[in-house]
């Protein structure tokens, strides 16, 4: 597998502009209306957004019928996009975290033993890893270059992380869970993500199952589940609103994010949750300060494709 060209730019046809009506309350920060693009590369298979930056850069990849993969960076605003390396250091390269800097982040080497990758946007890159832990999975970066993600050291052992680059110190939060993902970081260091919780394991009687998280900078969590579905949060946008997907098959979601610690059960109106339309389930992945989301569906086909939403009333 080779690195593509990265001088290279090119611009995805949109293969689906749909226009989805979401009756939010605007009063709790949320969006009237989405104008949804779905993106699909020539010969992709299976195509995501990852992750977006606050200025609307967002990564991606493609794995393509023949069995290859294409990283690329996506600008909201044009729809250009620009190849990114498929290997770093001779090793397979999944691109999930973007920064404003441009700073890109993902894991690097085989899905079951791999370090976490840094990717400046002068081209160079660094890796780390954490001791006692196999694999190591980056899914944020922040503006800071703070580096958010999960270790893992079995099936139902995994750690969320904090790893600065600057010193080196790695702080390992929910230590022990199953599923921790720990992804999006606001500008004031705000992180969100999900994991999943035995009975009880929330709150006295709560069910076992996924749960949205907040942790804030002095280490508080607040866990939240969206009109008692199993929850998930991947992106929070600057000004404080949480996206991700709840339920199965999975919708989108956009809330305020919660805070104080403790558990929150957040009613959603039925009309808020979102879909790409025409769309078995939908997977938000990241939000930028305008509110655009990205991120992919599946269709009744079984492909995975990547989306853009964008806010109606930024159009």
Do not use: C
Request: hydrophobic share 35%.
């Amino acid at each position: 597998m080779h690195a593509p060209k990265v001088s290279l730019k090119v611009r995805f046809v949109p293969a689906v502009a749909l226009a989805g009506l979401i009756l939010n309350a605007s009063a709790h920060g949320f969006v009237t209306a989405y104008d949804f693009v779905t993106i699909d590369p020539p010969e992709g298979l299976f195509t995501a957004l990852t992750g977006v930056n606050g200025s609307g850069t967002a990564v991606g990849n493609t794995q393509n019928v023949d069995e290859s993969t294409n990283n690329f960076r996506y600008d909201l605003r044009t729809g250009e996009s620009t190849p990114l390396p498929a290997e770093l250091g001779g090793l397979p390269f999944t691109p999930i975290g973007i920064n404003d800097s441009g700073t890109i982040v993902g894991p690097i080497g085989d899905p079951e033993i791999s370090q976490a990758a840094i990717l400046r946007k002068n081209g160079r890159y660094t890796t780390f890893a954490i001791p006692g832990f196999a694999s190591i999975v980056p899914r944020g970066v922040g503006r800071s270059g703070l580096v958010s993600g999960y270790a893992i050291v079995g099936p139902d052992d995994w750690s969320g992380f904090l790893h600065d680059p600057n010193t080196g110190r790695t702080e390992l939060f929910l230590t022990g869970s199953q599923q921790v993902i720990p992804q999006g970081i606001d500008v004031g260091g705000r992180l969100v993500g999900s994991v999943a919780l035995p009975a009880d394991g929330a709150y006295p009687g709560s069910p076992a199952g996924q749960y949205g998280f907040v942790r804030e900078p002095d280490t508080t969590i607040t866990l939240f589940r969206v009109n008692g579905l199993a929850t998930r949060a991947r992106g929070i946008s600057d000004t404080g609103i949480v996206t991700g997907f709840a339920g199965s098959p999975s919708v989108g979601y956009t809330v305020v994010a919660p805070t104080g610690g403790g558990y929150r059960d957040l009613t959603v109106p039925e009309e808020s949750l979102f879909a790409v339309p025409g769309t078995v389930a939908t997977f938000p992945l990241g939000i930028d300060k305008r509110g655009r989301i990205v991120g992919s569906w599946f269709g009744a086909d079984n492909i995975q494709r990547g989306f853009v939403a964008t806010p109606a009333s930024s159009q």
